[in-house]
C-alpha cells in the first residue's frame, strides 16, 4: 500500500484491476480469455478496416490517374486527327513536319523557267481555294511577314536549324515577326498577292536561308507526302 501514492492514481487504478484478477484467477480464466480473444477480434477489425482505407486511397489515386491517362488520351487523339489533316500520321510525339495547308492541288513545280517566272520557279505551288488556312510546317519562330514585290505577301518562318520557309501571295496573316509558332497553328490563309494568276500558296524552303531546294524533296524527307 505504500508504492500505491507514489505510483498516481491511475496506475493505482490499474494495479487494482489486476489485482481483482489477481483475487480469484479460477473465476475469471474463462471470462479473461474472452477478453483477450475480444482484443484480438477488435485488432483485426481495426487491420482490416486501416487496410480497407488504405485499399480506397490507393483505388482513388488509381482513379485519379486514369483519369489524367484519359485527358492525355483524349487530347492526343485531337491532336492527332489535326497531324493527320495535315498529312502527317505517325506518332505525334515524334512529328517534325506537316503539310502546310491541309486542301489543295499540286500546280507548278520547282525549277521551272517561263514566262511567268524571272528566274526558275523556285518553289512548289499548292493551289487552293483563297481563304484556305495556311498553318506552320514545324515549329519557328517568325522572321518576316511583309509584301515582297512578286510574292505579294509573304511570311517567312525560320526553323531551329536555320531553314527558312516561305509562304507566299497571302491575303492574310494572323501572325507577326518575331512570334514563336507551333507545328499546325495557322499562321495565315491563301491568297494571289504579287504575281499570280490565281490563289495558290507559292512554298519555298531555304535551308540555312541560303538557295532554295525543292518543297516537295524537303517534305518527303520529314516523311510526308504531298
Ligand atoms: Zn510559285
Redesign the pocket.
Known sequence: MRAVPRLGPVVAAIAAIVGLGLVAPAAHAAPEAVVREDVGEAEAAAEAAALAEQLAERQQSLMSLNRAADARDRALIGYRAVLARYGYHGDPEAVSAVLPLASYDL??GFGLTGP??EAE?????FSAYAGEPLVALADAVVTEVAYAGPYGMRTILTLPDGTEVWY??QTDTSVVAGQQVGITDVIGSVGTTGN?TGP?????VRPAGGSPVDPMDWLRDQGLDP
Open positions: 500546280s507548278a511567268l517566272w520557279h523556285g518553289g512548289q505551288d507566299c501571295h499570280s495558290h500558296l507559292h512554298l519555298e
